[in-house]
């Protein structure tokens, strides 16, 4: 009877284990977002890096989105850092190779993403990055 209270409790939390991951994954995965619209581009100073901003279109009930995506000049690959809602142009600075200010969001480019959805919108990076022509579902 022990055992088989056991084996339903590690059944029951690797389920719900799974399906939060898929949560996660679907609906709050920055990554998981494709830029629809290009806006504008900024490379870094030294050109290491290329930031791309694109309009994002979320229909007729929500507003329009800006995407920011970084791009590794030297190894090709992409990841996003930037989404913000409510928003429809990009104004970007960089202030040195690593640092750049995205509609008054300042940003570490190789530790920080800016989320508007988070509580903590400044997240540290996720390990997802793309190759340059992949893309992201």
Known sequence: ??????????????IAGILAYVISWAFFDIQRINGDEYLTELSS????????????NGGATTSYAVLGTLENNEDGQIKNIYWQDRCEEAEMEW???????????????????????????????????????????
């Open 1 to 14: 009877m022990k055992k088989r209270l056991i084996t339903i409790f590690s059944t029951i939390a690797v």
């Open 45 to 56: 100073p030294n050109g290491t890096y290329t930031v791309t901003a694109y309009l994002n």
């Open 95 to 137: 202030l040195n190779e690593d640092t750049i200010v995205i509609n008054g969001i300042k940003l570490n480019v190789n530790k920080e993403i800016y989320d508007y959805r988070r509580k903590d919108s400044r997240l540290p990076h996720q390990n997802s990055v793309r190759q340059k022509g992949q893309l992201s579902i």
